[in-house]
C-alpha cells in the first residue's frame, strides 16, 4: 500500500476499535479532536436528496435499524444488541461461528 491516501486507513482503524470496544475504547485525544460531528457537503448542496445524520449517534441508530432489517430478512442467528445479551438469538456459539463459513456467493 502506498501512503498517498492514509485518511481512509485511520477511519478504517478508528472504526474497527470503535465496534470491537465501543467509544471507551477510542483514544481520549481523538474523541476530543474529532468530535461526535459528521460533516458532509449536503448544507452546500453537493449531495442532493440524501437525509444524511449529523451526527455519530444518529448514524449508529440509522445503521442498527438497518443492519436488523437485512439480520431478520436473511433470518441470521445473529441478533445487534448494545450490551452483548441474545448476541446469537438463543442458537448455540457454535452454530454461529458456524455461520461465518457459509458461502456467501450461494444462490439461496
Known sequence: MRSIDTDCTGATLGSILGIL???????DNWIELLGDEIATN???GG???LNAPTNLQELTEQVHTIADKVLNYWNSDVKISSKGENSH????I?????????NI???V
Open 89 to 92: 438469538r438463543g442458537k448455540s
Open 47 to 49: 449531495l442532493k436528496n
Open 21 to 27: 470496544k465501543g467509544a471507551e475504547g477510542l483514544p
Open 105 to 107: 456467493h450461494r444462490i
Open 42 to 44: 449536503v448544507r452546500t
Open 94 to 102: 457454535e452454530k454461529l461461528a458456524n455461520s461465518w463459513l457459509k
